[in-house]
């Protein structure tokens, strides 16, 4: 567990990982120098059991380094890597572990549910799973699922002999490590439920408009050049490139006003050729508004005017969610 500054929600998250129905576990927590009392809060856990094992950053580095130092540091067999302010089904652990020895996979990948409040989560952890009729053994289809750290459980050795790293100083670091485990791992085992309840709160990582968002061009350049350097380019090529733009597309999107010309320009950017042979052609698998977007950038009117009346839509849509969300916050 991964923890920076998350006091008022880490007891609710060491409860729902103290009481997993799988008792046999190592519990590494990794607090990246709060300041907030977090760190209280875990010594207080680790006093009451002895399954827990602590370890304190000496600065605040970022997520990246707590998750490689967890890779460094857990003894286990398997290593699942969760945040502490989000909650986790009490059998998580118990079920990957069964769908892992079944089936000999060296990860298994589950499906999650966000929350604002914890009222929401018996009707939401309930709904259909997205994994639902997935075939394991289609990778393209398992590098379209969100590449969250925690919803998956990997063999340990197998992190360590493909030297899994996630990138420092980065947000949205999750994302070349997905395509690398996904691309790699031949035995992968999906349980098609609801296991993750991810958390919406105002100033995460996953809410943040300003420049960090522009991270995800950067970690989409890291995972691009990673399959060029492994020989797997040609093979996810396109599946790379749909997502590649996807992602420029919803960065731009998201972005505050003012950084929106740089957000466009690193768009530009990495408009290569293979990019716009892509979007010329048939296989593009690409959404209206992204295609819309996209032609607007080729001076299409006709694009521009349905990309910029759905870009209207979706900024009074933001606003009513983010006064929703600050009202639950402050209560």
């Known amino acids: 567990m991964s923890v920076y500054n998350v006091a008022p929600y880490v007891r609710a998250a060491l409860d729902c990982i103290v009481g997993q129905t799988l008792h046999d576990l190592e519990i590494l927590c990794i607090d990246d120098a709060s300041t907030d009392g977090t760190w209280e809060i875990l010594n207080e856990y680790a006093a009451s059991d002895g399954r827990i094992r602590l370890f304190r950053q000496p600065k605040n580095q970022g997520l990246s380094v707590s998750r490689n130092k967890a890779m460094e540091l857990a003894q286990g067999e398997y290593l699942i890597m969760v945040d502490g302010d989000d909650l986790f089904a009490p059998d998580m652990a118990q079920k990957a572990l069964d769908a892992a020895t079944k089936t000999g996979a060296d990860m298994v990948m589950w499906d999650y549910c966000t929350f604002d409040n914890e009222s ?189 009346s759905v870009l209207a839509v979706r900024a009074i849509y933001r606003q009513l969610s983010l006064q929703r969300c600050t009202k639950w916050y402050k209560e």
Not at 132 to 153: E, H, I, N, Q
Not at 251 to 268: Q, S
Request: glycine fraction near 6%; charge should be positive; hydrophobic fraction near 35%.
């Open 120 to 308: 929401e989560l018996p009707a939401r952890s309930r709904q259909p799973s997205d994994l639902s009729g997935v075939d394991c053994t289609d990778k393209v289809a398992l590098l379209r699922r969100p590449g969250f750290t925690p919803v998956r459980m990997t063999r340990l050795a197998c992190l360590r002999k493909l030297n899994i790293h996630f990138p420092p100083g980065l947000t949205k670091q999750d994302i070349p490590v997905h395509w690398q485990l996904v691309t790699q791992l031949d035995k992968i085992a999906l349980l098609p439920e609801r296991l993750l309840f991810y958390r919406q709160q105002p100033g995460s990582t996953t809410n943040r408009r300003g420049r960090s968002l522009m991270d995800l061009a950067t970690v989409m350049d890291i995972t691009g050049q990673w399959l060029h350097d492994n020989g797997l380019y040609e093979t996810y090529r396109d599946e790379f490139l749909r997502r590649r733009l996807s992602t420029l597309q919803g960065m731009y999107d998201g972005i505050k006003p003012e950084l929106k010309e740089e957000a466009l320009t690193m768009v530009r950017e990495r408009l290569d050729d293979d990019a716009l042979s892509y979007l010329a052609s048939k296989r593009c698998q690409l959404g209206s508004r992204t295609r819309n977007f996209y032609g607007m950038l080729a001076g299409n009117p006709w694009a521009t005017i349905k990309y910029r």
